[in-house]
């Protein structure tokens, strides 16, 4: 019984799961204090897997499956790339790729009074965070981080926008950083902004070096991470040999 | 068993199974799933805000959309959404995201027999593929009793027409349960449950058992292989 409780959680990490999968089984949990974090549920004494995705795992007691998917679903905390849908009295409405649109409040700047509000058209492209995404309520958005501060939040001038999968964003958010960028990096002097949202914001020189760059990240989905490093290798030759 | 088939197969044995998702660009989910000449394609949009009328928004709305291979949805593809719709909303879990609305559309590529469980499981497929919040997957088989009483599982169109009567049922995945959780979820294992069974025509009730007996059997083999075909997305995540 013993060799089951160490046993059963180190099993399923980093494995594959499937909703369904009895991932862990509290009844024979020595200290049953857990955190879930998204795609697990609680059913009586189980913690039950609800998407189909890796395990993760961190010490001391976190666990959530990671998935990759094309539709959002806001988490507090996110930073998210959102297109102004519409501007009200009060509120922005930003689409930020999820069930529905967020309201981003005119104050929520840094230095944000009633006197300076600041205005955007219609599409503009911001940098912002997830201050509250309760079920059954518009998320709410923020241009400021916790302290109050701009802190790179704000709109995203000139550059390329593309859409991804939720999973390709938290790919190159990853530190230790991921290989595509890290290679993409040392040859090329390029701008990104990443939403955990699937959106991915790109400036760079010249637009065909954007064009390069944001085929680059696309490609690199399904890649490895030595895959990713041959397939930008081979970019940058092509590039100079064109030039 | 000396009961023969039209393609030569036993009476236990399903057509060949064929499954891949992510098949479509612009849906959020999508897969397509083929049991022999049967292929059916399911595609998943949202979850979208708000509810549809008479439905209850403080729970997700899922909404079917059955595509038949031609011609206009009639009364018998009606039937076949409303199936499916309470068969996907008994997997999903529908209080995560209230007030919003998952659309699943399912397009008949070829009829070949065994049609609506061909859907469901392209539907559940698909379900995954969207990411939407399951409580378990489903497994769909049809059942075909004979003139003769025997029992045949899978049947083409052909035998189809040819039989008695014929149950459609819908099991949890219970091999997952089986092999990795093996301790009984609240007092009774999992894969005794049923999800959804559809009769048409006359069976007496140790043919239906017998039916439910060999039907789940066989889905054992079909989740082993659902559960296969979910995974290579998933390791180069």
Redo the contacts between chains.
Sequence with gaps: MEEKVSGSPACFIDK?V?????VL?LSDMTNQTIKLGG?L?Q??D?I?A?????LRFTKPNKYWV??????Y?PCVGDSVLGIVADSRADNFLVDIKG???AYLPVLAFEGGTRRNIPKFEVGTLLYVRVVKAN??MNPELSCTDASGKAAEYGVLKDGYNFDCST?LSR?LLRSPRCPVLEELGKKISFEIAVGLNGRVWLNAGSPSLIIVVSNAIMNSE???GVKQRIMVDKLIQNLKLSS | MEIDRVDGRTPNQLRPLACSRSVLNR???SASWTQGDTKVLAAVY????GTKKNENP?KACIEVIWKPKTGQSGKLEREYEMILKRTLQSIC?LT?????TTSVIVQVVNDDGALLPCAINAACAAL??????????AVAICCCLAESGYVILDPSKLEEQKMKAFAYLVF??SL??LQ??G?P??GEPMEHGIITSVTQGAMSVDDYLHCLERGRAATAKMSAFL?KS??PL????
Excluded at chain 2, 96 to 100: G, K, V, W
């Design positions: 594959p499937i909703p369904g999968d009895v089984d795609g549920r059913d009586f189980s039950v609800m998407k189909a995705g890796t990671e998935t990759s998917q094309k539709r679903v069930p529905t649109l079920p059954g999973g790919m399904s890649l490895t | 849906a959020h989910g949202g979850p979208k805000a403080e879990v995560l995201n209230p007030n919003t995954v593929d969207a990411g939407a919040p399951l409580k378990h997957l949890p995945n997952t349960l990795e959780g301790s979820v609240g559960q979910l995974q998933l390791s180069d995540g």
